[in-house]
């Protein structure tokens, strides 16, 4: 049978459930690989390089991949970024490094996240050791949260030699990567295997632990000569309405964590949903309640399509799987009738003056009151912080901002010189991503390194991609790659 | 890890990778900055007879949409003052003191002017010279470059006086603008070199501007032959290379061989080793991407060398040279024959013009029925029985491992062509090799 005529499946309603949640983007082959590769000009000094927050040699790697060598293309990965295969599949590429290539004016941009994502596969299936644990040094860290910023900051100071324990709530580590990130970007499977190349470079994973409850916070503090906190975020918020509490209203990320955890045909999911919010996370649900068979989707937002925090490629994603969207759209009560929802009541928008953050404000239209039919309310409107654990910390006089904890963006150490912290629990401003995350890991394993021993990390260990990135203007987080349209000095000159 | 170290014959250098002669290494500031980055070694851009250049210097060919496949250049030897590159080449060997810093000499015939320079070289601690026979354009025509090493009375001349002086190794670099590239190797030979590298750059024009009738590249309106390199001349390298390493003379030498022509990757270089190159030099790939190239040369060799568990180059340099024949030794038995898979084919029928119009006519279009789809186009299949193994379609097949040569047992005898004419001379005449090709049933439509 000639493989090709077997016809192939664009629409999602074409496919079957389990087909629905594979990865969206198929892996590359081989030739595709080579020959993506073999486009890209390899730039010196190249944008690509700097917009990638980890600093990867993006130019290096993929010529490897031109070269055939592949195994060279992903340690030069996994050099800069431990968690270059979730990396590969969840950044926001157009946001940053391919948003950046020089080729984006004149052809196309190189599809670097995919050609990562090859040599990351490669990798994984070529079972190679890329890194050791160094040589115990005696000293001892304690990290507590297993997302992204965890595992590198663990992974890394375990290449130099200290010895890490990793303090994780949940059974599986991998922070969102296992548990966040829909399925259909980032299966479950690619996320643990990162996890479990943290282990396998001897850091001890202590799932089922949360610090605060299971072991205290006072005796990781004690027993270790420095911390590292990397909680993330916590649950949605409360919307503050009527109806909250019925039993069709759903935490957005609980929705996202059952398929991630659950047999797809076990889910409970409403043929009528109403998603509330209009970032990533409230279009990663209605994707998802798409592609689990439910009919009809709408996005509720109270502001407009300019104000969407959503990327604009995740924005065409939905449309594309038919998600229709209501801006300018404020929830005001969940109906019901005999404890079942049936209705979402909502208030017609209008946009007036900017506020001091500089976005237009949505104010109620008077009178203007209607009714969305649905039997299911999923709430998607940003996450909580773990603010009793951060209150927590503050007997140990750390500071924070808006909640978040406070760093010296240098070094990600907090106003104790004991505790570090990075992640989503550190990112006051700036997009919360798992690439930037990593960054932390990363700055703190180094920080650490040089505080507890008093020498500069050694020749060839981070050295390369950190030192790039000590940008003072990062503090707390930096905003993602600033992206503007490059202006050809032929077009200005003229 | 694999052991990349190198002893080119008393030349140590902590890998094979070297710069050529040629602009990349024209500097101090250059050949350090490049060691830096991870080359092994370096000649030194020639130097010796004063010189004056003119520009344009090179000439690129892009291959559809591809950068720079070929360069050529009129460049002359180093335009620097010799006192200058003198002390550079001293200063990069006292800073770099484990890495190969090779000089490369040209001056005219006279056997003074020679051995003085050598003389002076010396004196900055170089490691060993190289004798550049080989350059095509400029100084060929004043007696110098190419006019020695074409012709090899003059190559063993010039290189005895070299040798009758020098105290550290002799690499001869030969021209590949010559009919039989053993001669000139022979010469070098006879007056005892130390080494042997080649090939310098190839006879070429670039184009003509079908505008404005210029030759490329232009100096001022007019332009001529300059020389040719870059990956479009690597097959050529290779061959000379081989030619030269399998010489019976060259082989009781027992000396060295640098090769260069067209490398650009890591694997590029181990081809260059297999064929009998214990250092490899590069040039223009450096030129189009700069001197960070050699990191992956190194990460590449190295990777491969652990994977098939050699612990230094000498596991491997030559390995392939006893695979090195020629005609009338191939077997006339071994046959192969075209195999499509049609889950891959993807129907573009390039492999069925290309046998028909262009060689046996021994694929056919037929319905095969493969799927269900009524509108199923026809599906080139090949009559093996027909197929005579010259391998054009799975050349010009786009997809990977689509179309395979597999080989067959025919049931011919396996002869060689040498054989055959000694054991049946008839088969000089045409009757007489349709006899014994029909009693072996070798038909050929
Ligand atoms: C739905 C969703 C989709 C996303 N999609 C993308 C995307 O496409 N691309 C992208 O770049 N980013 C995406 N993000 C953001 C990204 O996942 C986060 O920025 C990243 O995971 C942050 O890493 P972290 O290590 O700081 O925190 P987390 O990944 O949140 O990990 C924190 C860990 O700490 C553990 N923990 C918390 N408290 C305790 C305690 N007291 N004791 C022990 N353990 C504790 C948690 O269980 C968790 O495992 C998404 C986020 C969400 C919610
Ligand atoms: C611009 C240019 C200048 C060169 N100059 C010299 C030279 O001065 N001496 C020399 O021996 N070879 C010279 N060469 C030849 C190179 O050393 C080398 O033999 C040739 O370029 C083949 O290698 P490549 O394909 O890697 O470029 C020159 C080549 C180029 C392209
Ligand atoms: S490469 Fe440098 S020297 Fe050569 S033409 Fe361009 S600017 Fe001038």
Known sequence: MAEHYKPVKYKAWEMGLEERFQEVFPPLSQREAVLEANRCLYCYDAPCMVACPTHIDIPTFIR?????????????????????????????????????????????????????????????????????????????????????????????????????????????????????????????????????????????????????????????FKDNDAVFVSIGLGSVPEMDIPGEDLEGVVDGLFFIEETKTKPLAEIQYGNRICVIGAGNTAIDCATIARRLGS??????????????????????????????????????????????????????????????????????????????????????????????????????????????????????????????????????????????????????????????????????????????????????GCALHDHKPRVHAAATTK | MADLSINFNGIKSPNPFWLASAPPSNSGYQVQKAFEAGWGGAVWKTVGAPVMNVCNRYGTIDYKGRKIIGLNNVELISDRPLETNLKEMAEAKRNFPNHAVIASIMVESKKEAWQEIIKRTEQTGVDGFELNFGCPHGMSERGMGAAMGQVPEYTCMVTEWVMEVATKP????????????????????????????????????????????????????KGGH?????????????????????????????????????????????????????????????????????????????????????????????????????????????????????????????????????????????????????TERLWPVVREEDCVGCALCSSVCPVDDCIEMVEIDTGRPHITWNQLIKEKPEVLQWDKMVEYREKNHIHIH
Request: net charge negative; aromatic share 8%; glycine share 10%.
């Open chain 1, 295 to 476: 009919e009809r989707v709408t996005m509720i937002y109270r502001r407009s399509e300019a104000e969407m925090p959503a990327y604009h490629f995740e924005y065409q994603f939905a449309l594309g799987e038919g998600v229709s969207f209501s801006f300018l759209t404020q929830p005001v009560e969940v109906l019901s009738t005999n404890g079942k929802v049936d209705g979402l009541k909502c208030v017609r928008m209008d946009l007036a003056e900017p506020d001091e953050s500089g976005r237009r404000v949505a104010v109620p239209i008077p009178n203007s009151e209607f009714v969305v039919p649905c039997d299911m309310v999923i709430k998607a409107i940003g996450q909580l912080k773990h603010t009793p654990f951060i209150a927590k910390l503050g007997e140990y006089g750390i500071k924070t901002i808006k909640g978040y904890i406070a760093v010296d963006a240098k070094t990600n150490r907090t106003a104790h010189e004991k505790i570090f912290a990075g992640g989503d629990c550190i990112r006051s401003r700036g997009e919360a991503s798992t690439v930037m995350a990593t960054q932390d890991g990363k700055i703190a394993a180094r920080a650490i390194y040089e505080q507890l021993t008093g020498k500069p990390i050694p020749e060839g260990t981070l050295k390369r991609t950190t030192d790039m990135t000590i940008d003072p203007t990062m503090a707390n």
């Open chain 2, 170 to 221: 002799v690499i001869v670099k030969l021209t590949p603008n010559v009919t039989d590239i053993v001669q000139p190797a022979r010469a070098a030979i006879k007056a005892n070199a130390s080494a042997i590298s080649l090939i310098n750059t190839i006879n070429s024009i670039m184009g003509v501007d079908i505008d404005t009738f210029e030759i490329k590249p232009n100096v001022g309106g």
């Open chain 1, 64 to 220: 490897k991949i031109s070269t055939g060598n592949v195994t060279g293309s992903a340690r030069t990965i996994l050099e800069a970024n431990l968690m270059g295969a979730s990396c590969a599949r969840v950044c926001p590429v157009q946001e940053l490094c391919e948003g950046a290539c020089v080729l984006e004016h004149d052809e196309k941009p190189i599809m670097i996240g995919r050609l990562q994502r090859y040599a990351m596969d490669y990798a994984d299936q070529s079972k190679i050791e890329f890194f050791t644990k160094g040589k115990s040094n005696g000293m001892k860290v304690a990290v507590i949260g297993a997302g992204p910023a965890g595992l590198t900051c663990a992974g890394e100071l375990s290449k130099f030699g200290f010895d890490v324990t990793c303090y994780e709530r949940k059974v599986w580590p991998g922070g969102l990567s296992t548990y966040g990130i829909v399925v259909f970007r980032e299966p479950v499977e690619v996320a643990r295997h990162e996890a479990k190349k943290i282990e396998d470079l001897g850091v001890t994973m202590k799932t089922g632990h949360t610090v605060g409850e299971d072991i205290q916070f006072e005796d990781l």
């Open chain 2, 226 to 374: 300059g020389g040719y390199a870059g990956p479009a001349v690597k097959p050529i390298a290779l061959n000379l290379i081989s030619a030269v390493a399998s010489d019976e003379e060259y082989r009781k030498a027992g000396i060295p061989i640098s090769g260069m022509g067209g490398i650009e990757t890591w694997q590029d270089c181990v081809e260059f080793m297999l064929l009998g190159s214990t250092s490899v030099q590069v040039c223009t790939a450096v030129m189009h991407f700069g001197f960070r190239i050699v990191e992956d040369l190194i990460d590449g060799l190295s990777n491969w060398m652990d994977q098939r568990n050699f612990k230094n180059c000498t596991d491997f340099i030559g390995k392939s040279l006893p695979r090195i024949s020629s005609f009338g030794d191939f077997d006339l038995g071994f046959q192969s024959v075209a195999r499509i898979d049609h889950a891959k084919c993807i129907q573009c029928n390039l492999c069925f013009i290309a046998c028909n119009d262009t060689a046996h006519q021994c694929i056919d279009l037929k319905d095969m029925k493969l799927t269900s789809e009524v």
